[in-house]
Every structure is written in C-alpha cells, then in structure tokens.
C-alpha cells in the first residue's frame, strides 16, 4: 500500500486552482473598482462585495483541500501534518469570519496571520533526514519552501506598512504556499517504493 494515496494529488492540486480561480472570478466580478496590486484578497471576500460567494467558497474549498492532503501525506513527518491541516482549519475560519464592507477585522487578521504562520512553517516541520525520504521531504529543499513563504510574509508586510503592492505580496505567498503540497505529494509519488517510507524520527532504518 503506497504510503501517500494517489487521491493526495487531487486534494493538493486543486488547492492552488481554486485559490487562483476564486480571485480571478471574483475580480472580474468586482470591476474596476478593485485593485489587485494594492488591495488583498480578503476585500473580495468581504461582506458586500460583488464576488463574496466566489473568494468565500474558494478560500473554504482550499481550507478542505489542505486537510484532506494532511490526512493522506503519511510520508510527512506528523508536526508538518498537523501544521498544514492547522492551516487549513485557518482557511475554513477566514472564510466564515470575512471582513467587513469597510474597515479592518482584528479577528480575521489574526486568524490570517496564523494561518500564514503554520504554512510557512509546515515544510521543515514535514521533513525527514536521510537521503531515503522523498526530495521534497527532505531538509534543504524543505528549508528552502519555507525560506521562501517566510520572506513573502515579510514582503507583504512591508507593502502593507508601505501601502504599497500588497495584492501582488499576498498573491505571492499564497500560491508559494497553496502549491508546495502538491510538490510534496508528486515527490512522494515518483519516489521508489522501498524506500518511500521513512522512519517517524526522521532516521533511516
């Protein structure tokens, strides 16, 4: 029995498809009075705005998608699971607690922020020692993922200080992060069987 099922493929690549789908329609729907460089996401989510449904059901549908992809990722170590079905549960929350129609939540920004938080974290958490692990299991490309959220993280908030580009910021880590599941899980998949099952400390056995 293969260690990650090969429905995990579906669950992490679609996870990405919808979140790109969600602020591609629901942008369209909201014309030219939204600015994807300035304005982020969660604004076409807000109550109010013309493609609440859409972002909404886009960000629940990717909260869905990253813990079924936990539930299946048995290659992962179980902190990097958890870690990624946290962020999940985190897109599930953003979703039923959008922003209002004008001003900011303090609730849905921090619920953000953690979210953010455990995404960015999820591909060290996840790794394994040893060259027996799937690549993208392993610590240097791990390290790398996360390097790579971390400072998309830092870049938005530095838009964001700045009013600056923080659409072009958020898009950015989000996809980075709403992706590299589906990298994992391909990884695991390619991977030869007989060494596809490394040990849960992260030894080789």
Do not use: K, N
Not at 9 to 33: F, K, Q
Not at 108 to 127: K, Q, R
Request: hydrophobic share 55%.
């Amino acid at each position: 029995m293969p260690v990650v099922p090969r429905w995990a493929l579906l669950t992490s690549g679609c996870a990405p498809v919808l979140l790109i789908a969600g602020w591609l329609i629901a942008g369209r729907l909201e014309g030219p009075a939204y600015d994807p460089v300035s304005q982020t996401i969660s604004v076409l989510a807000a109550y109010g705005a013309a493609g609440f449904w859409v972002m909404t059901g886009a960000l629940f549908a990717l909260g869905v998608c990253h813990l079924l992809t936990a539930w299946g990722l048995r290659a992962a170590a179980t902190a990097g699971r958890v870690a990624l079905g946290g962020g999940g549960v985190a897109a599930l929350m953003v979703a039923l607690l959008p922003t209002p129609s004008s001003g900011g939540s303090l609730r849905h920004g921090s619920i953000a922020a953690i979210g953010f938080a455990l995404l960015a974290m999820w591909p060290v958490l996840a790794a394994h020692r040893g060259r027996s692990a799937p690549w993208a299991l392993r610590p240097l490309p791990s390290l790398w993922a996360t390097a790579l959220m971390t400072a998309g993280a830092i870049w938005f908030l530095v838009e964001a200080h700045q009013q600056g580009a923080m659409g072009v910021a958020e898009r950015f880590v989000t996809f980075a992060q709403s992706v590299w599941p589906f990298v994992v899980v391909a990884s695991c998949l390619r991977h030869p069987r007989r060494t596809q099952c490394p040990s849960p400390a992260g030894t080789e056995t």
